[in-house]
């Protein structure tokens, strides 16, 4: 018998498995897919030769995760790789403000849109040098963070706390107009926050900016070595060195509850599964509560709750096999790993209120990503594996562009028409782009979703990052911890504290609240 159960083999799962199997635990943990990783994995998409990353690509919050870092995984086998620029954000016009891993071209990058916003970037880097690392840390911790929170206090000082405080709450418009003159610093920042589906003027979105930013100016945004599934690859050989187990194709259809504890599985194919001291589900909050418990088991309480949960956005992905590396106008966007792809910040705004209001955008703000760069090996010699991703509405309402889309993503034709769209949009800034594809390979919500059951509707992110479902409000209002209110059973995904991001917090801190002693 197993000491426990995991449910999902994803990065939240493992991370979790690894942890009880540290503390000397007997871990199954159980994957409904032929392989593990959930929204982590690699493989030939459009022609042989060429690896693409299925679902998630570059991971700053995984290298700079103390989650994460303290598992050593490079001792088994993954590489981290870095493109010297880790972002750009070209635009039509020739411009291009870009995030590199040098702080004087990041800066000499927006001094070129006005003057002295190159020093005012040096300032937002000593900010973040000071405070970043232990907000990251503190963060990612258990809530409420205890030492964390007092690590940041002592970091930021009596005088800054209430800055600090209101920096947290800014939208990022209203911040780029306070610390910078020039529209790059705006288009950069914005393109960082739209990350997490926060809107420019959205409270709140200059932190997720400052946060993802400062951890590429100061650790990249790197990939792992031949493909994100090499990040799983790690943590699976870490956890059977000790003794644990990862069983694919073995879907779990309900949580076995008696006594109000949770003592076990059963799959759906009808086996009963024991655990000794815990389950821990890498599932979403809904699923968890009204799919894999009984009625009798989840409180009123949460179930009202849940009928707010909100998942964030859909997500269209397009995979490219080229023919050569992407032929931008801008020789410096030629070296960034990931390329942001939108006029500036009045275009990232227009995009965020079409998906409030339920349409499909005429001109999609894309997030791409290209591999020359930063890691060869996952193309042919000379040749380039890319990718591009945006954002669909969840219901939709009607069609910002010319097509007439009415979103439905089975239909053939309009899953090449949206993909042509994404292609227009970086036709201008790389001409020659469409001529260079070999091969593409489109996924639609229903296809995320089909792939990964965590990623519903294919939002990616575990339920929006909006401050209203954060921090005492993940998953619904309460403590914003892992116990659930059956004992002995622990939510292990993004669909709780801190939130979506490959950096295994949400699974470490499952175990940690796992491995406490009972009275």
Not at 410 to 431: N, T
Request: proline content about 8%; hydrophobic content about 45%; glycine content about 12%.
């Amino acid at each position: 018998m197993a000491d426990a159960v995991v449910i999902g083999a994803g990065p939240n799962g493992l991370v979790a498995a690894n942890l009880l199997a540290d503390a000397g635990w007997a871990v199954d943990v159980l994957e409904a897919e032929p392989e593990p990783g959930g929204a982590v994995r690699s493989g030939e998409l459009t022609l042989p030769g060429y690896i693409h990353d299925r679902f998630s690509a570059f991971y700053p919050l995984g290298i700079a995760s103390p989650h994460l870092r303290a598992l050593r995984l490079d001792q088994h086998g993954l590489k981290w790789r870095r493109s010297p620029i880790a972002v750009a954000h070209p635009a039509r016009d020739g411009t291009a403000a870009v995030l590199s891993l040098d702080e004087n071209e990041t800066a000499a990058s927006l001094e070129a849109f006005a003057p002295g916003d190159g020093a005012a970037w040096h300032r937002y880097m000593d900010h973040f040098d000071r405070v970043g690392f232990p907000f990251l840390r503190a963060l990612l911790s258990p809530f409420p963070p205890v030492r964390g929170g007092a690590a940041l206090a002592r970091a930021l000082g009596p005088a800054g706390l209430l800055e600090f405080a209101r920096f947290g709450l800014l939208p990022v418009r209203r911040f780029a107009q306070e610390e910078f003159a020039g529209a790059g610093a705006a288009r950069l920042l914005a393109g960082n926050a739209l990350h997490a589906d926060i809107a420019p003027e959205t409270p709140g979105s200059a932190l997720f900016a400052w946060v993802l930013v400062g951890l590429g100016q100061r650790v990249g945004w790197p990939v792992p070595e031949g493909g994100s599934g090499q990040l799983t690859a790690a943590l699976v050989r870490r956890l059977e060195a000790r003794g644990g187990r990862v069983i694919c194709g073995t879907r779990v259809a309900k949580v076995l509850v008696r006594r109000r504890r949770a003592v076990g599985v059963c799959t759906a194919d009808g086996r009963e599964i024991d655990a000794r001291r815990a389950v821990l589900a890498d599932t979403g909050a809904p699923q968890l509560y009204l799919d894999l418990l009984d009625r009798e088991h989840v409180p009123d309480r949460i179930l009202r709750g849940l009928r707010r949960f909100q998942y964030d956005n859909a997500t269209v992905k397009v995979d490219w096999a080229l023919d050569g590396p992407i032929p931008w106008t801008s020789p410096e966007v030629r070296r960034a790993g990931t390329v942001h792809v939108a006029e500036g910040i009045d275009s990232l705004t227009r995009d965020a209120a079409g998906l409030a209001a339920g349409l499909i955008p005429g001109e999609p703000f894309l997030i791409a990503g290209q591999y020359a760069p930063v890691d060869p090996t996952r193309a042919p010699a000379g040749a380039e594996t890319a990718w591009g991703y945006t954002h669909v509405p969840q219901q939709v309402r009607g069609d910002a562009g010319p097509d007439g889309l009415r979103g439905d993503w089975e239909d053939p034709s309009e899953r090449e028409r949206f993909a042509d769209r994404m292609e227009a949009q970086i036709e201008p800034l790389a001409p020659g782009f469409r001529a260079s594809i070999k091969a593409r390979h489109i996924t639609m919500p229903p296809d995320l979703e089909r792939q990964n059951a965590n990623l519903v509707g294919g939002a990616i992110n575990g339920g929006t990052a909006q401050l209203h479902q954060q921090l005492v409000f993940r998953p619904v209002p309460g403590l914003g911890r892992s116990e659930t209110p059956i004992s002995r059973l622990f939510l292990a995904s993004a669909s709780a504290h801190p939130g979506g991001g490959v950096h295994g917090a949400c699974g470490a801190i499952a175990a940690q609240a796992a491995l406490r002693p009972r009275v």
